[in-house]
């Protein structure tokens, strides 16, 4: 089946501090949405990308979809406690119609 | 705050015991959908229904029925299930089965005792 690889899978950085994480495919997906999970919380969606090289942003989030539609980068810029949580990528393909795959996410911890 | 509820938030359960958990949606979609989430592992798709019909059981154990009676509920009915089901249970929902972006509700945490 599909897999998608999300790095890094944990990560510390300081307060203030940019982050990068990304995900990639053996496969073309057609759209790339982006999640954050609190502990004890469902996933929230937090970026959706719907076309190759988009770039869309969300407040201090911003994500692109990549040129060749097999990976999806995500940065967060000045890093506040907040942000603490595990982000998951999720892309779906044409013609799999309610189907998402799922990266396995991201842990991200700030130290003040 | 979602618009996707699930209740309860908790559940403990011994093998043989029979549980429901419930997933209301307040975003008027037409699709809603239960994923398994374990520790270390990506989220599973388990069963996907579509204007109340399920359009999707992706090989889940019979020990696991669903239950749609409108598009704004959906039931997943538990019964003797194995330590290894436990795990967090999240329901979904987006405008239909077409469409990508799906918003989750809060989950139900098992654990089979």
């Known amino acids: 089946g599909q897999q998608l690889n999300q790095s890094p899978q944990s990560m510390f950085i300081q307060e203030g501090e940019d982050v990068s994480m990304n995900c990639t495919s053996s496969?073309?997906?057609?759209?790339w949405l982006w999640y954050k999970q609190d502990p004890g919380e469902g996933p929230v969606l937090l970026i959706a990308l719907y076309k190759a090289g988009e770039l869309t942003s969300n407040g201090r989030l911003t994500a692109q979809f990549g040129i060749t539609r097999k990976d999806s980068f995500l940065n967060i810029s000045a890093s506040i406690p907040s942000d603490v949580g595990i982000y998951f990528c999720?892309?779906?393909?044409?013609?799999?119609?309610?189907?998402?795959?799922f990266g396995t996410g991201t842990r991200l911890q700030v130290t003040l | 705050e979602t618009g996707v509820t699930q209740t309860p938030r908790h559940l403990v359960m011994g093998m043989t015991n029979k549980k429901s958990l419930k997933c209301e949606q307040h975003?008027?979609?037409?699709?809603m959908y239960w994923y398994k989430q374990s520790a270390k592992k990506p989220l599973e798709l388990m069963f996907v229904y579509n204007f109340k019909e399920q359009t999707e059981n992706n090989s889940v154990p019979s020990r696991f029925s669903p239950e749609c009676p409108n598009s704004s509920h959906l039931f997943l009915h538990l019964h003797t299930l194995q330590p290894e089901d436990s795990a967090l249970y999240l329901c979904?929902?987006?405008?239909?089965?077409?469409?990508?972006?799906?918003?989750f509700g809060p989950g139900t945490r098992l654990t089979v005792l």
């Open positions: 975003l008027g979609h037409n699709a």
């Open positions: 999720a892309g779906q393909t044409i013609g799999t119609a309610s189907k998402l795959t």
């Open positions: 979904a929902s987006s405008q239909d089965a077409e469409g990508a972006e799906q918003f």
């Open positions: 496969s073309i997906f057609n759209t």
